[in-house]
């Protein structure tokens, strides 16, 4: 597998640690995006699903306060 090396400011690199919960900055980044990939992949879905009639334009049920 290829590798890049990109330079982050640190403490940008220390939030992501933080929130993440790892101790690695390699492994926090890393994680990050794979999160970031995985998301886009299952928004992709949904949207590919609901443009074929497969799913409701908006599964979560309202709330009267959300109009």
Do not use: C, F
């Amino acid at each position: 597998m290829a590798k890049v090396n990109v330079s982050l400011d640190a403490e940008l690199v220390v939030e992501v640690m933080v929130l993440a919960g790892v101790g690695n900055p390699q492994d926090a980044v890393e994680a990050v995006v794979r999160d970031y990939i995985a998301r886009a992949h299952r928004t992709e879905a949904r949207v590919e699903l609901r443009e074929h009639g497969r799913l409701p334009a908006d599964p979560r049920p309202r709330t009267p306060d959300q109009g």
